[in-house]
């Protein structure tokens, strides 16, 4: 155990030391210059990414010698871009997002899920970009919701407990969030950005016990508002139709899963406030391994935060930001179930990307979850 936690301690530092000269941006290995006669001059190329060990300590014994508890990877990713120049206002763009799960990678014994992989592929799509005709691409990439909705409110370490992104049988399958085989277009008229998308068919998904998940087809549309330019309105519709299929009894039911949501976020000078809802048809699960009755007809959810940061400015801290938030999730139909969740943190941002936050949230639910302390250390690069 000494010798891995050494391992995991040594590759940590060794990843902040190469990248501890960033602040908080993406770093330019090649900049875009066109030249004639020099093709590797149209290339733009960044790289970056956010380290996330965490710790999350539920009051009672609610999660007793869970691998949270003893610290985990809270969410480490690595990113790199390119923006290739082709003719007039047309580039090229690709994207790739690794997860890297560091105590998984070094076998870190309790500190990670039992089966857990070592790297997950969060997002990978090609595209072109145009200020003129907008943004086409094609991947596994944010979901329109996401991007329109989920967004605004997936703003602390504790959230998404009561949004779409990410709470449906799995976001990178149903189209709520980090959506597979998705083709996206944007584009910008005025103060409005319009998004647009198409769910094509994709792979089972295994559930257990003989059940898989078939996505089937698809499609979003949102619109993200300017009212102002410290306030934005998003609304945002998604539709999934799937299969659940039982190969052990070779029985079939088809879902129409739609959700719809809207999304204010407002950053007047140091304040930050969002606030986010939707709701959910066909979408959230009821714990039932029944295909008939796999997904719960009808839910909501609601979620917000508000927060005022604090310049500072020496002693290597940039600024402190002590904030509210909470969220609340209430099925309506198929289940009978209801999450509350309300909170205050804070965050100390230091000098060359470190940054930690501390929450405390108080829970009530119908399945009696407790209250939770979460501490999170991050260096974004």
């Known amino acids: 155990m000494k010798i891995k ?6 590759a940590i530092g060794a990843a902040v030391a190469l990248t501890s000269f960033a602040t908080q941006a993406e770093i330019t290995v090649l ?18 990414g956010s380290i996330r060990p965490q710790f999350d300590n539920m009051m009672g014994d609610g999660d007793k010698g869970s691998f949270k508890r003893n610290g985990y990877d ?17 580039s090229w763009v690709n994207y790739y997002e690794l997860g890297v799960n560091i105590p998984a990678l070094f076998d870190w014994d ?8 070592n790297t997950t592929r969060r997002m ?10 907008g943004t086409m691409t094609f991947g596994q990439q944010n979901s329109v919701y996401y991007d329109v ?8 370490d504790y959230d998404m407990k009561a949004q779409a992104s990410g709470n449906g049988i799995n976001g990178d399958y149903d189209g709520s969030y980090r959506s597979r085989k998705m083709l996206k277009y944007k584009n910008s008229f005025g103060d409005a950005d ?15 016990n003989g059940l898989r998940y078939k996505r089937k087809g698809g499609g979003s549309l949102g619109v993200d508002y300017h009212i102002a330019k410290d306030l934005t309105w998003g609304t945002a519709w998604n539709y999934t139709q799937a299969d659940m299929r039982n190969v052990n009894t070779g029985g079939t039911e088809t879902y129409s899963q739609n959700i719809y949501g809207t999304a204010l976020s407002w950053t007047p000078d140091n304040w930050t406030f969002s606030f986010g809802g939707g709701w959910y048809e066909n979408f959230l699960t009821t714990g039932q391994k029944n295909i008939h009755d796999y997904f719960a007809g009808d839910a909501w959810g609601i979620e917000y935060f508000a927060g005022y940061k604090i310049p500072v400015g020496q002693y290597a801290l940039k600024y402190v930001q002590p904030y509210v938030m909470g969220d609340r999730l209430q099925y309506t139909t198929g289940r009978d179930y209801q999450r509350i969740d309300n909170g205050v943190g804070v965050t100390f941002q230091l000098d060359y990307g470190f940054r930690v936050d501390y929450e405390h949230v108080f829970t009530s639910s119908t399945d009696d979850l407790g209250d939770m302390n979460i501490v999170r250390l991050r260096y974004d690069f």
């Open 5 to 10: 936690t050494t391992a995991l301690a040594t």
């Open 31 to 48: 900049k875009q210059d066109p030249q004639a006669g020099n093709p590797l001059s149209r290339l733009n190329f960044t790289v970056g």
């Open 74 to 90: 809270g969410g480490t990713r690595f990113r790199f871009a390119t923006d290739y120049y082709l003719f007039d206002d047309i």
């Open 110 to 117: 309790n500190h990670y899920a039992d089966g857990a992989h």
């Open 124 to 133: 990978l799509y090609t595209g072109l970009k145009s200020k003129t005709w």
């Open 149 to 156: 909705v989920g967004a605004k409110t997936d703003i602390w």
């Open 194 to 208: 319009i998004y647009a998308s198409y769910l094509f068919s994709d792979n089972d998904l295994l559930r257990g």
